[in-house]
Nanobody, 114 residues
């Protein structure tokens, strides 16, 4: 049973923008903190941003001011608007509840060319 489905990744030039989406099952999404993570080749998966049920936002310092996390609670959907993308943002992007309550989804690949 697929519980997390990420989409919206792609290839973009440095300075460009992408908007990622994550549709989660209601069991995962409901009243949980939902977050975005990313994993670059050869590196560990790392936290990027999160939004709580009451709308509180948290960002990793290196994306603050460039990325915006949001959610549509009625549709169990999480978003990540990424602006001014840099080559170092290249990674697979994944969403999950925090703390994680399910297997990872397949992720969506973001590639930023210089």
């Amino acid at each position: 049973q697929v519980q997390l489905v990420e989409s919206g990744g792609g290839l973009v030039q440095a300075g460009g923008s992408l908007r990622l989406s994550c549709v989660a099952s209601e069991k995962i999404f409901n009243k949980n903190v939902m977050g975005w993570y990313r994993q670059a080749p050869g590196k560990q998966r790392e936290f990027v941003a999160s939004v709580s049920w009451d709308g509180s936002l948290t960002y990793r310092d290196y994306v603050s001011g460039r990325f915006t996390v949001s959610s549509d609670n009625a549709k169990n959907t999480l978003f990540l608007q990424m602006n001014n993308l840099k080559p170092e943002d290249t990674a697979g992007y994944y969403c999950a509840a925090i703390p994680r309550t399910s297997a990872w989804g397949q992720g969506t690949q973001v590639t930023v060319s210089s």
